[in-house]
Protein backbone atom coordinates (compact mmCIF):
# COMPACT_ATOMS: atom_id res chain seq x y z
CA UNK A 1 0.00 0.00 0.00
CA UNK A 2 1.57 3.30 -0.86
CA UNK A 3 2.48 6.21 1.47
CA UNK A 4 -0.55 8.82 1.72
CA UNK A 5 1.09 12.21 1.44
CA UNK A 6 0.53 13.15 5.28
CA UNK A 7 3.07 10.07 5.66
CA UNK A 8 5.81 11.22 2.90
CA UNK A 9 5.45 14.59 4.36
CA UNK A 10 5.70 13.67 8.03
CA UNK A 11 8.95 11.34 7.02
CA UNK A 12 10.16 14.47 4.63
CA UNK A 13 9.67 16.63 8.02
CA UNK A 14 11.19 14.30 10.47
CA UNK A 15 14.49 13.43 8.07
CA UNK A 16 15.10 17.13 6.67
CA UNK A 17 13.99 19.28 9.48
CA UNK A 18 17.29 19.79 11.45
CA UNK A 19 19.16 20.28 8.36
CA UNK A 20 16.65 23.27 7.23
CA UNK A 21 16.61 24.39 10.92
CA UNK A 22 20.18 24.96 10.47
CA UNK A 23 19.79 27.03 7.73
CA UNK A 24 16.88 28.85 8.90
CA UNK A 25 19.36 29.92 12.13
CA UNK A 26 21.58 31.19 9.97
CA UNK A 27 19.26 32.71 8.02
CA UNK A 28 17.59 34.37 11.24
CA UNK A 29 20.34 34.40 13.84
CA UNK A 30 17.88 33.40 16.32
CA UNK A 31 16.99 29.72 17.42
CA UNK A 32 13.17 30.96 18.04
CA UNK A 33 13.29 32.94 14.86
CA UNK A 34 14.53 29.58 12.95
CA UNK A 35 12.30 27.41 14.46
CA UNK A 36 9.44 29.96 13.64
CA UNK A 37 10.62 30.17 9.89
CA UNK A 38 10.87 26.56 9.65
CA UNK A 39 7.88 25.96 10.98
CA UNK A 40 5.94 28.75 8.01
CA UNK A 41 7.54 27.14 5.70
CA UNK A 42 6.71 23.59 5.94
CA UNK A 43 2.92 24.83 6.64
CA UNK A 44 3.36 26.64 3.63
CA UNK A 45 4.23 23.83 1.09
CA UNK A 46 1.72 21.73 2.60
CA UNK A 47 -0.93 22.69 0.06
CA UNK A 48 1.60 21.97 -2.74
CA UNK A 49 2.67 18.49 -1.28
CA UNK A 50 0.76 16.48 -4.03
CA UNK A 51 2.86 18.12 -6.58
CA UNK A 52 6.29 18.28 -5.00
CA UNK A 53 6.19 15.48 -2.73
CA UNK A 54 8.44 13.75 -5.48
CA UNK A 55 11.21 15.71 -4.85
CA UNK A 56 10.39 18.59 -2.48
CA UNK A 57 14.06 19.57 -1.12
CA UNK A 58 14.05 22.28 -3.52
CA UNK A 59 10.55 23.90 -3.43
CA UNK A 60 11.46 23.70 0.49
CA UNK A 61 14.29 25.46 0.31
CA UNK A 62 12.98 28.30 -2.29
CA UNK A 63 9.89 29.00 0.11
CA UNK A 64 12.45 28.80 3.36
CA UNK A 65 14.50 31.53 1.79
CA UNK A 66 11.97 33.71 0.55
CA UNK A 67 10.09 34.22 3.53
CA UNK A 68 13.82 34.99 5.73
CA UNK A 69 14.54 37.87 3.18
CA UNK A 70 10.76 38.74 2.19
CA UNK A 71 9.56 38.87 6.33
CA UNK A 72 12.53 41.27 7.11
CA UNK A 73 11.00 43.82 4.67
CA UNK A 74 7.75 43.38 6.81
CA UNK A 75 10.03 43.70 9.88
CA UNK A 76 8.40 40.68 11.57
CA UNK A 77 11.95 39.43 12.75
CA UNK A 78 12.90 40.57 16.00
CA UNK A 79 16.36 41.23 14.57
CA UNK A 80 17.48 44.65 14.69
CA UNK A 81 20.12 45.73 12.43
CA UNK A 82 22.67 48.36 14.80
CA UNK A 83 25.07 51.34 12.97
CA UNK A 84 27.98 49.62 15.32
CA UNK A 85 28.46 46.11 17.47
CA UNK A 86 29.40 46.49 20.85
CA UNK A 87 32.72 46.83 21.92
CA UNK A 88 34.55 44.03 22.75
CA UNK A 89 36.30 42.96 25.81
CA UNK A 90 40.88 44.21 25.43
CA UNK A 91 41.17 40.17 24.93
CA UNK A 92 37.90 39.76 23.46
CA UNK A 93 36.02 36.99 22.06
CA UNK A 94 37.87 34.71 19.30
CA UNK A 95 36.70 37.05 16.15
CA UNK A 96 36.14 33.56 14.33
CA UNK A 97 33.87 32.16 17.19
CA UNK A 98 30.15 31.52 16.81
CA UNK A 99 29.07 34.94 18.48
CA UNK A 100 31.13 36.93 15.98
CA UNK A 101 30.52 34.80 12.91
CA UNK A 102 26.34 35.49 14.05
CA UNK A 103 27.24 39.00 14.31
CA UNK A 104 28.12 39.61 11.06
CA UNK A 105 26.09 38.01 9.21
CA UNK A 106 23.24 40.05 11.41
CA UNK A 107 25.12 43.01 9.86
CA UNK A 108 24.39 42.31 6.24
CA UNK A 109 21.50 42.39 4.24
CA UNK A 110 18.82 39.68 4.30
CA UNK A 111 19.93 38.98 0.67
CA UNK A 112 23.17 38.87 1.19
CA UNK A 113 22.86 37.03 4.55
CA UNK A 114 20.70 34.35 2.41
CA UNK A 115 23.11 34.23 -0.53
CA UNK A 116 26.06 33.59 1.82
CA UNK A 117 23.98 31.04 3.45
CA UNK A 118 22.99 29.31 0.45
CA UNK A 119 26.36 29.58 -1.42
CA UNK A 120 28.68 28.58 1.04
CA UNK A 121 26.78 26.64 3.74
CA UNK A 122 23.92 24.85 1.72
CA UNK A 123 26.62 24.63 -1.07
CA UNK A 124 24.50 25.89 -3.86
CA UNK A 125 25.61 26.74 -7.34
CA UNK A 126 24.77 30.06 -8.52
CA UNK A 127 22.06 29.09 -10.50
CA UNK A 128 20.53 27.64 -7.58
CA UNK A 129 21.06 30.39 -5.60
CA UNK A 130 19.39 32.51 -7.75
CA UNK A 131 16.60 30.30 -8.58
CA UNK A 132 15.60 29.66 -4.57
CA UNK A 133 15.69 33.85 -4.18
CA UNK A 134 14.02 34.22 -7.45
CA UNK A 135 16.80 36.67 -8.52
CA UNK A 136 19.17 36.81 -11.45
CA UNK A 137 22.60 34.87 -11.37
CA UNK A 138 24.27 38.19 -11.77
CA UNK A 139 22.41 39.57 -8.65
CA UNK A 140 23.73 36.60 -6.95
CA UNK A 141 27.39 37.15 -7.99
CA UNK A 142 27.26 40.75 -7.14
CA UNK A 143 25.41 40.24 -3.70
CA UNK A 144 28.51 37.40 -3.00
CA UNK A 145 30.57 39.94 -4.05
CA UNK A 146 29.22 42.74 -1.51
CA UNK A 147 28.41 40.12 0.94
CA UNK A 148 32.10 38.63 1.54
CA UNK A 149 33.91 42.23 0.76
CA UNK A 150 31.92 43.03 3.89
CA UNK A 151 32.28 39.44 5.81
CA UNK A 152 35.87 40.69 5.44
CA UNK A 153 35.84 43.58 7.30
CA UNK A 154 33.64 42.55 9.73
CA UNK A 155 35.63 38.62 10.38
CA UNK A 156 39.43 39.94 9.55
CA UNK A 157 40.51 36.33 9.83
CA UNK A 158 38.56 35.53 6.57
CA UNK A 159 40.77 38.64 4.61
CA UNK A 160 43.95 36.69 5.79
CA UNK A 161 42.53 33.67 4.29
CA UNK A 162 43.42 32.77 0.56
CA UNK A 163 40.58 33.45 -1.48
CA UNK A 164 39.83 30.23 -2.70
CA UNK A 165 39.58 28.72 0.80
CA UNK A 166 36.73 31.06 1.28
CA UNK A 167 35.23 30.76 -2.41
CA UNK A 168 35.42 26.76 -2.11
CA UNK A 169 32.40 26.22 -3.51
CA UNK A 170 30.67 25.39 -6.40
CA UNK A 171 30.47 27.91 -9.30
CA UNK B 1 36.77 29.17 6.04
CA UNK B 2 33.70 30.54 5.70
CA UNK B 3 31.98 27.23 5.06
CA UNK B 4 34.06 26.33 8.23
CA UNK B 5 32.72 29.13 10.39
CA UNK B 6 28.87 28.68 9.21
CA UNK B 7 29.05 24.86 9.84
CA UNK B 8 30.38 25.58 13.51
CA UNK B 9 27.56 28.01 13.75
CA UNK B 10 25.27 26.37 12.39
CA UNK B 11 25.83 23.38 15.18
CA UNK B 12 23.55 25.60 17.85
CA UNK B 13 20.54 25.77 15.49
CA UNK B 14 17.38 24.46 17.70
CA UNK B 15 16.71 21.19 16.89
CA UNK B 16 13.01 20.76 18.38
CA UNK B 17 9.61 21.98 16.68
CA UNK B 18 5.90 20.83 16.16
CA UNK B 19 5.44 17.38 15.40
CA UNK B 20 4.89 16.63 11.59
CA UNK B 21 1.61 14.99 12.03
CA UNK B 22 0.12 18.51 13.63
CA UNK B 23 2.63 20.92 10.87
CA UNK B 24 0.33 18.50 7.92
CA UNK B 25 -3.25 19.53 9.92
CA UNK B 26 -2.04 23.31 9.96
CA UNK B 27 -0.98 23.27 6.61
CA UNK B 28 -4.32 21.70 5.45
CA UNK B 29 -6.23 23.98 7.04
CA UNK B 30 -4.13 27.29 5.91
CA UNK B 31 -4.77 26.16 3.06
CA UNK B 32 -8.28 25.35 3.25
CA UNK B 33 -8.35 29.29 5.07
CA UNK B 34 -6.79 30.69 1.84
CA UNK B 35 -9.24 29.24 -0.44
CA UNK B 36 -12.02 30.09 1.54
CA UNK B 37 -11.07 32.93 1.55
CA UNK B 38 -10.01 33.42 -2.39
CA UNK B 39 -13.55 32.61 -3.80
CA UNK B 40 -15.45 34.87 -1.33
CA UNK B 41 -12.83 38.34 -2.64
CA UNK B 42 -13.02 36.64 -6.24
CA UNK B 43 -17.22 36.14 -5.41
CA UNK B 44 -17.51 39.59 -3.76
CA UNK B 45 -15.52 41.27 -6.98
CA UNK B 46 -17.77 39.37 -9.66
CA UNK B 47 -20.67 40.46 -7.60
CA UNK B 48 -19.49 44.44 -8.09
CA UNK B 49 -19.30 43.59 -11.35
CA UNK B 50 -22.07 42.56 -12.12
CA UNK B 51 -23.86 45.04 -10.37
CA UNK B 52 -21.90 47.44 -12.31
CA UNK B 53 -22.61 45.75 -15.16
CA UNK B 54 -26.62 45.72 -14.23
CA UNK B 55 -26.34 49.38 -13.07
CA UNK B 56 -24.90 50.47 -16.15
CA UNK B 57 -27.25 48.31 -18.60
CA UNK B 58 -30.11 49.58 -16.60
CA UNK B 59 -29.05 53.64 -17.36
CA UNK B 60 -28.69 52.72 -21.14
CA UNK B 61 -32.18 50.30 -21.39
CA UNK B 62 -35.02 52.51 -22.55
CA UNK B 63 -38.43 51.54 -20.68
CA UNK B 64 -40.69 50.91 -23.63
CA UNK B 65 -44.15 51.03 -22.19
CA UNK B 66 -47.18 48.77 -23.14
CA UNK B 67 -49.11 50.31 -25.88
CA UNK B 68 -52.90 50.18 -26.38
CA UNK B 69 -51.20 49.29 -30.36
CA UNK B 70 -48.19 49.24 -30.23
CA UNK B 71 -48.04 51.32 -34.39
CA UNK B 72 -49.96 54.15 -32.70
CA UNK B 73 -48.23 57.12 -32.39
CA UNK B 74 -48.30 59.74 -28.98
CA UNK B 75 -47.60 63.20 -28.42
CA UNK B 76 -44.92 62.93 -25.28
CA UNK B 77 -46.82 65.16 -22.30
CA UNK B 78 -42.94 66.19 -21.92
CA UNK B 79 -39.82 66.42 -23.61
CA UNK B 80 -36.43 66.25 -22.00
CA UNK B 81 -33.25 67.19 -22.17
CA UNK B 82 -30.96 63.99 -23.68
CA UNK B 83 -28.37 62.63 -21.92
CA UNK B 84 -24.74 63.14 -24.26
CA UNK B 85 -24.57 59.25 -23.54
CA UNK B 86 -27.60 57.92 -24.93
CA UNK B 87 -26.65 54.67 -27.44
CA UNK B 88 -27.18 55.13 -30.99
CA UNK B 89 -29.24 53.75 -33.51
CA UNK B 90 -26.12 51.90 -34.80
CA UNK B 91 -26.54 49.74 -31.67
CA UNK B 92 -29.80 49.58 -30.90
CA UNK B 93 -31.31 49.50 -34.52
CA UNK B 94 -33.49 51.59 -36.39
CA UNK B 95 -36.11 53.89 -33.86
CA UNK B 96 -39.05 53.89 -36.13
CA UNK B 97 -41.17 56.58 -36.54
CA UNK B 98 -40.14 59.95 -34.88
CA UNK B 99 -42.02 62.69 -33.13
CA UNK B 100 -39.45 65.09 -33.11
CA UNK B 101 -35.51 65.21 -33.51
CA UNK B 102 -33.68 67.29 -30.84
CA UNK B 103 -30.15 68.28 -31.39
CA UNK B 104 -28.21 67.71 -28.23
CA UNK B 105 -23.99 67.44 -27.80
CA UNK B 106 -22.99 63.11 -28.03
CA UNK B 107 -20.08 62.48 -25.90
CA UNK B 108 -18.12 59.10 -25.98
CA UNK B 109 -15.06 58.48 -24.48
CA UNK B 110 -13.12 60.80 -26.44
CA UNK B 111 -14.04 64.65 -26.55
CA UNK B 112 -17.99 65.98 -27.67
CA UNK B 113 -19.52 66.18 -31.14
CA UNK B 114 -22.89 67.93 -32.17
CA UNK B 115 -25.75 65.06 -32.37
CA UNK B 116 -29.06 64.71 -33.22
CA UNK B 117 -31.33 62.59 -30.99
CA UNK B 118 -34.54 61.21 -32.26
CA UNK B 119 -37.90 60.54 -30.39
CA UNK B 120 -39.89 58.02 -30.93
CA UNK B 121 -43.30 58.45 -31.65
CA UNK B 122 -44.17 55.26 -30.07
CA UNK B 123 -42.67 54.55 -27.23
CA UNK B 124 -41.36 57.88 -26.26
CA UNK B 125 -37.72 56.35 -26.36
CA UNK B 126 -34.77 58.70 -27.22
CA UNK B 127 -31.54 57.51 -28.85
CA UNK B 128 -28.70 59.52 -31.18
CA UNK B 129 -29.49 59.07 -34.60
CA UNK B 130 -26.36 57.68 -36.57
CA UNK B 131 -26.86 59.01 -40.27
CA UNK B 132 -24.07 57.67 -42.35
CA UNK B 133 -21.90 60.25 -43.95
CA UNK B 134 -24.12 62.95 -41.88
CA UNK B 135 -21.42 66.41 -42.30
CA UNK B 136 -21.92 66.86 -38.58
CA UNK B 137 -21.81 70.61 -38.45
CA UNK B 138 -25.02 71.12 -40.35
CA UNK B 139 -26.52 68.08 -38.55
CA UNK B 140 -29.36 70.98 -37.53
CA UNK B 141 -29.89 71.59 -41.06
CA UNK B 142 -31.97 67.84 -41.05
CA UNK B 143 -35.49 67.81 -41.49
CA UNK B 144 -38.33 65.09 -40.47
CA UNK B 145 -40.99 64.19 -42.37
CA UNK B 146 -44.18 65.26 -41.74
CA UNK B 147 -45.19 61.48 -40.84
CA UNK B 148 -41.63 61.55 -38.75
CA UNK B 149 -40.35 58.54 -40.82
CA UNK B 150 -37.69 60.12 -42.81
CA UNK B 151 -34.81 62.43 -41.99
CA UNK B 152 -33.24 64.40 -44.44
CA UNK B 153 -29.62 65.51 -44.10
CA UNK B 154 -26.74 66.63 -45.91
CA UNK B 155 -23.79 64.41 -46.08
CA UNK B 156 -19.85 64.98 -46.45
CA UNK B 157 -17.53 63.40 -48.34
CA UNK B 158 -15.08 64.15 -51.70
CA UNK B 159 -15.73 66.97 -53.43
CA UNK B 160 -12.83 67.51 -56.64
CA UNK B 161 -12.06 71.19 -56.07
CA UNK B 162 -12.72 71.36 -52.18
CA UNK B 163 -12.51 75.28 -50.86
CA UNK B 164 -9.15 75.58 -48.89
CA UNK B 165 -9.00 76.34 -45.63
CA UNK B 166 -12.87 76.26 -44.82
CA UNK B 167 -13.81 75.28 -41.71
CA UNK B 168 -16.35 72.40 -41.05
CA UNK B 169 -17.35 69.61 -42.97
CA UNK B 170 -17.44 69.93 -47.43
CA UNK B 171 -21.11 68.91 -48.42
CA UNK B 172 -21.10 66.47 -51.10
CA UNK B 173 -24.89 65.82 -51.09
CA UNK B 174 -27.76 64.83 -49.84
CA UNK B 175 -29.37 61.64 -48.08
CA UNK B 176 -32.59 60.49 -46.81
CA UNK B 177 -32.93 58.10 -43.55
CA UNK B 178 -35.76 55.71 -43.20
CA UNK B 179 -36.45 55.55 -39.51
CA UNK B 180 -38.21 52.74 -39.59
CA UNK B 181 -35.65 50.36 -41.71
CA UNK B 182 -32.86 52.32 -41.37
CA UNK B 183 -32.13 52.50 -45.51
CA UNK B 184 -30.76 55.53 -46.51
CA UNK B 185 -31.00 56.81 -50.20
CA UNK B 186 -28.31 59.29 -51.34
CA UNK B 187 -28.11 62.44 -53.36
CA UNK B 188 -24.79 63.53 -54.84
CA UNK B 189 -25.21 66.44 -57.29
CA UNK B 190 -22.68 67.59 -59.59
CA UNK B 191 -20.68 70.05 -57.75
CA UNK B 192 -17.40 71.05 -57.82
CA UNK B 193 -15.94 72.68 -54.49
CA UNK B 194 -19.09 71.39 -52.51
CA UNK B 195 -22.45 72.44 -51.44
CA UNK B 196 -23.73 75.61 -50.15
CA UNK B 197 -26.45 77.37 -47.94
CA UNK B 198 -28.89 74.11 -48.41
CA UNK B 199 -32.44 74.39 -46.96
CA UNK B 200 -34.72 71.31 -47.18
CA UNK B 201 -38.25 71.63 -46.74
CA UNK B 202 -40.64 68.69 -47.01
CA UNK B 203 -43.96 69.18 -48.78
CA UNK B 204 -45.46 65.74 -47.83
CA UNK B 205 -44.17 62.54 -46.19
CA UNK B 206 -42.31 61.41 -49.43
CA UNK B 207 -41.53 64.56 -51.29
CA UNK B 208 -38.28 66.90 -50.27
CA UNK B 209 -37.57 70.51 -51.31
CA UNK B 210 -34.36 70.82 -51.63
CA UNK B 211 -32.46 74.47 -52.40
CA UNK B 212 -28.71 74.84 -52.32
CA UNK B 213 -25.95 76.93 -54.18
CA UNK B 214 -22.32 75.99 -55.04
CA UNK B 215 -19.54 76.85 -52.58
CA UNK B 216 -17.58 79.35 -54.33
CA UNK B 217 -15.42 80.54 -51.28
CA UNK B 218 -15.26 80.20 -48.01
CA UNK B 219 -18.50 81.96 -47.46
CA UNK B 220 -20.28 82.25 -50.62
CA UNK B 221 -22.54 80.06 -53.01
CA UNK B 222 -23.60 80.68 -56.52
CA UNK B 223 -25.98 79.00 -58.98
CA UNK B 224 -29.03 79.22 -56.91
CA UNK B 225 -30.70 75.38 -57.18
CA UNK B 226 -34.42 74.34 -56.11
CA UNK B 227 -36.23 70.84 -56.62
CA UNK B 228 -38.39 68.48 -55.42
CA UNK B 229 -37.22 64.97 -54.85
CA UNK B 230 -39.71 62.34 -54.84
CA UNK B 231 -38.65 59.39 -52.51
CA UNK B 232 -40.71 56.67 -54.28
CA UNK B 233 -39.24 56.92 -57.46
CA UNK B 234 -35.75 58.81 -56.62
CA UNK B 235 -36.32 61.08 -59.52
CA UNK B 236 -36.01 64.86 -59.11
CA UNK B 237 -38.56 67.76 -60.67
CA UNK B 238 -36.60 70.63 -60.92
CA UNK B 239 -38.11 74.02 -59.87
CA UNK B 240 -38.59 77.41 -61.36
CA UNK B 241 -34.97 79.42 -60.22
CA UNK B 242 -37.31 82.40 -58.85
CA UNK B 243 -38.18 79.73 -55.94
CA UNK B 244 -36.05 79.99 -53.19
CA UNK B 245 -37.41 77.37 -50.51
CA UNK B 246 -35.49 79.17 -47.70
CA UNK B 247 -37.86 79.89 -45.04
CA UNK B 248 -40.70 78.05 -46.78
CA UNK B 249 -43.66 76.55 -44.62
CA UNK B 250 -45.11 73.16 -45.53
CA UNK B 251 -48.73 72.23 -45.16
CA UNK B 252 -47.06 68.53 -44.81
CA UNK B 253 -49.77 67.04 -47.13
CA UNK B 254 -48.42 68.23 -50.61
CA UNK B 255 -47.92 72.29 -50.85
CA UNK B 256 -45.21 74.59 -49.58
CA UNK B 257 -45.54 78.02 -49.40
CA UNK B 258 -42.61 80.33 -50.17
CA UNK B 259 -42.34 83.84 -48.30
CA UNK B 260 -39.41 85.49 -49.73
CA UNK B 261 -40.22 88.04 -52.43
CA UNK B 262 -43.07 87.60 -54.75
CA UNK B 263 -45.20 84.56 -52.43
CA UNK B 264 -45.80 81.50 -54.36
CA UNK B 265 -47.13 78.14 -53.46
CA UNK B 266 -45.59 75.32 -54.30
CA UNK B 267 -46.54 71.85 -55.54
CA UNK B 268 -45.09 68.25 -55.64
CA UNK B 269 -44.78 68.90 -59.80
CA UNK B 270 -43.12 72.18 -59.37
CA UNK B 271 -46.70 73.53 -60.25
CA UNK B 272 -47.10 77.24 -58.27
CA UNK B 273 -49.65 79.85 -57.81
CA UNK B 274 -49.20 83.27 -56.59
CA UNK B 275 -50.44 84.50 -53.34
CA UNK B 276 -50.17 87.26 -50.66
CA UNK B 277 -48.19 86.40 -48.21
CA UNK B 278 -45.05 88.11 -46.17
CA UNK B 279 -43.44 87.05 -43.30
CA UNK B 280 -40.97 89.05 -41.80
CA UNK B 281 -40.63 86.99 -38.37
CA UNK B 282 -37.63 84.82 -38.07
CA UNK B 283 -38.01 81.43 -37.25
CA UNK B 284 -37.99 80.44 -33.85
CA UNK B 285 -36.77 77.10 -33.03
CA UNK B 286 -38.73 74.65 -34.42
CA UNK B 287 -41.20 76.46 -36.03
CA UNK B 288 -42.15 77.32 -38.94
CA UNK B 289 -41.85 81.41 -40.51
CA UNK B 290 -45.80 80.21 -42.22
CA UNK B 291 -48.16 77.06 -41.11
CA UNK B 292 -50.73 76.71 -44.39
CA UNK B 293 -53.81 74.45 -43.77
CA UNK B 294 -54.02 71.38 -45.71
CA UNK B 295 -56.29 72.80 -48.11
CA UNK B 296 -53.49 75.78 -48.52
CA UNK B 297 -56.19 78.29 -48.21
CA UNK B 298 -55.06 79.42 -45.14
CA UNK B 299 -52.08 80.78 -43.67
CA UNK B 300 -51.50 81.70 -39.81
CA UNK B 301 -48.02 83.25 -39.08
CA UNK B 302 -45.95 85.53 -36.64
CA UNK B 303 -47.11 89.12 -37.15
CA UNK B 304 -44.21 91.60 -36.67
CA UNK B 305 -40.66 91.36 -37.19
CA UNK B 306 -39.75 89.00 -33.97
CA UNK B 307 -41.25 86.93 -31.71
CA UNK B 308 -42.73 86.13 -29.55
CA UNK B 309 -45.59 88.16 -30.68
CA UNK B 310 -48.83 87.55 -31.79
CA UNK B 311 -50.53 85.34 -34.24
CA UNK B 312 -52.44 86.57 -37.16
CA UNK B 313 -54.62 83.87 -39.66
CA UNK B 314 -55.30 84.87 -43.03
CA UNK B 315 -56.79 83.70 -46.29
CA UNK B 316 -53.58 83.11 -48.89
CA UNK B 317 -55.10 85.69 -51.33
CA UNK B 318 -55.88 88.38 -48.61
CA UNK B 319 -53.81 91.18 -48.05
CA UNK B 320 -52.11 92.17 -44.71
CA UNK B 321 -51.53 89.97 -41.73
CA UNK B 322 -54.89 88.59 -40.99
CA UNK B 323 -56.78 88.69 -37.53
CA UNK B 324 -54.20 88.49 -34.89
CA UNK B 325 -55.15 85.97 -32.12
CA UNK B 326 -55.20 86.82 -28.52
CA UNK B 327 -51.81 85.88 -26.90
CA UNK B 328 -48.03 85.56 -27.53
CA UNK B 329 -46.65 82.64 -28.63
CA UNK B 330 -42.87 82.40 -30.40
CA UNK B 331 -43.81 80.17 -33.43
CA UNK B 332 -46.57 78.84 -35.85
CA UNK B 333 -46.13 74.50 -35.81
CA UNK B 334 -48.65 74.02 -38.16
CA UNK B 335 -52.79 73.36 -38.26
CA UNK B 336 -54.09 70.33 -36.16
CA UNK B 337 -57.46 71.12 -37.72
CA UNK B 338 -59.65 73.69 -39.61
CA UNK B 339 -59.88 75.70 -36.16
CA UNK B 340 -56.71 74.98 -34.07
CA UNK B 341 -53.21 76.00 -34.93
CA UNK B 342 -50.34 74.27 -33.12
CA UNK B 343 -47.79 77.09 -31.57
CA UNK B 344 -44.97 77.52 -29.48
CA UNK B 345 -45.26 79.49 -26.14
CA UNK B 346 -42.99 81.06 -24.27
CA UNK B 347 -41.94 79.27 -20.74
CA UNK B 348 -40.50 82.76 -19.46
CA UNK B 349 -37.77 85.06 -19.95
CA UNK B 350 -35.05 83.56 -18.95
CA UNK B 351 -35.90 79.95 -20.31
CA UNK B 352 -34.83 78.82 -23.57
CA UNK B 353 -37.39 76.31 -24.04
CA UNK B 354 -41.20 76.64 -24.98
CA UNK B 355 -44.35 74.45 -24.63
CA UNK B 356 -46.15 73.15 -27.54
CA UNK B 357 -49.94 74.39 -26.94
CA UNK B 358 -52.92 73.93 -29.45
CA UNK B 359 -54.30 77.28 -30.20
CA UNK B 360 -58.14 77.95 -31.12
CA UNK B 361 -57.68 80.41 -33.51
CA UNK B 362 -61.00 81.69 -33.07
CA UNK B 363 -60.95 83.14 -29.60
CA UNK B 364 -56.91 82.44 -28.43
CA UNK B 365 -57.78 79.48 -25.74
CA UNK B 366 -54.95 77.14 -25.78
CA UNK B 367 -54.63 73.66 -24.27
CA UNK B 368 -51.52 72.33 -23.53
CA UNK B 369 -49.54 69.35 -25.30
CA UNK B 370 -46.44 69.26 -24.61
CA UNK B 371 -43.50 70.95 -22.19
CA UNK B 372 -40.32 71.71 -22.44
CA UNK B 373 -39.98 71.79 -25.94
CA UNK B 374 -36.23 72.27 -27.16
CA UNK B 375 -36.80 70.44 -30.53
CA UNK B 376 -35.76 71.88 -33.91
CA UNK B 377 -37.70 68.73 -36.09
CA UNK B 378 -41.36 67.79 -35.17
CA UNK B 379 -43.31 65.58 -37.74
CA UNK B 380 -46.21 67.59 -38.17
CA UNK B 381 -48.67 65.34 -39.67
CA UNK B 382 -48.66 63.56 -35.77
CA UNK B 383 -49.43 66.41 -33.93
CA UNK B 384 -52.61 65.67 -33.31
CA UNK B 385 -51.87 61.96 -31.94
CA UNK B 386 -53.10 61.51 -28.54
CA UNK B 387 -50.97 63.31 -25.38
CA UNK B 388 -49.47 60.81 -22.98
CA UNK B 389 -46.70 60.73 -20.40
CA UNK B 390 -43.95 58.68 -21.75
CA UNK B 391 -41.18 57.61 -19.99
CA UNK B 392 -38.07 59.87 -19.18
CA UNK B 393 -35.17 59.11 -21.19
CA UNK B 394 -32.40 56.71 -19.77
CA UNK B 395 -29.16 58.91 -18.25
CA UNK B 396 -26.10 56.57 -19.04
CA UNK B 397 -22.81 56.86 -16.91
CA UNK B 398 -19.81 58.07 -19.06
CA UNK B 399 -18.64 55.10 -20.17
CA UNK B 400 -15.60 56.18 -18.07
CA UNK B 401 -17.07 55.87 -14.99
CA UNK B 402 -18.49 51.92 -15.13
CA UNK B 403 -14.53 51.19 -16.91
CA UNK B 404 -12.99 52.79 -13.86
CA UNK B 405 -14.99 51.46 -11.26
CA UNK B 406 -14.54 48.02 -13.15
CA UNK B 407 -10.17 48.34 -13.31
CA UNK B 408 -10.56 49.81 -10.01
CA UNK B 409 -12.56 46.88 -8.30
CA UNK B 410 -10.34 44.60 -10.44
CA UNK B 411 -7.82 46.26 -9.27
CA UNK B 412 -8.66 46.17 -5.35
CA UNK B 413 -9.57 42.18 -5.16
CA UNK B 414 -6.43 41.44 -7.07
CA UNK B 415 -4.61 43.39 -4.02
CA UNK B 416 -7.23 41.24 -1.62
CA UNK B 417 -6.40 38.40 -2.84
CA UNK B 418 -2.51 39.22 -2.56
CA UNK B 419 -2.97 40.23 0.65
CA UNK B 420 -5.13 37.61 1.52
CA UNK B 421 -3.10 34.50 0.37
CA UNK B 422 -0.07 36.23 1.80
CA UNK B 423 -1.43 36.24 5.27
CA UNK B 424 -3.81 32.88 5.24
CA UNK B 425 0.16 31.38 4.78
CA UNK B 426 1.19 32.27 7.77
Known amino acids: MPASDSDLFEEFVAGRRPALLRTAFLLTGHAEDAEDLVQTTLIKVVPKW ?4 DNPEAYVRKVLAREATTRWRTRRWRETVVEHLPDREATGPDPTSSVAVRDALLRLPPRQRAVIVLRYYDDLTER ?8 SIGTVKSQTSDALARLRTLIPDLAATD ?3 VAGFRG | MLTDLLEELARE ?10 LW ?23 LLVALGSATWQQRAVEVPATDAETGSFLPSQFHKPSPYLPGTDSIGPMGTLIAMVAAPRKGWFGSTEGLVGVSAQTGAYAFLDLPDAASGFLREAALAPDGRHIAYWTTGHVPNPVPDREGDTINGYAVYDTVTGEVVSQKPS ?12 FD ?11 QDCCGSTDHRAMVFDLDSAEQVDLSTDIDLDGAGTNGVGSVITVNDDAVIVQVDGSTRSVEARQTAPRINSSQSVAMTPDSKRVAAIIGDGAPGRIGVKRVNDDGNGDPIPGTFSGVIGWLDDTHLAALEPRGDN ?11 RDGSTEMLSRSLDMFGVAINLLGSPVRDQPSPPHPWSPWIPAVAAAATVAIAAWALFVWRRRASV
Open chain 2, 25 to 47: RRGRRVARTRRVGTVAIASIACL
Open chain 1, 50 to 53: ARIK
Open chain 2, 205 to 215: PTHLGVDFGQM
Open chain 1, 163 to 165: GTS
Open chain 2, 13 to 22: APTGGAPPGQ
Open chain 2, 191 to 202: TERGIGHGVFVW
Open chain 1, 128 to 135: ETAAALGV
Open chain 2, 351 to 361: NPTFDLVSVDV
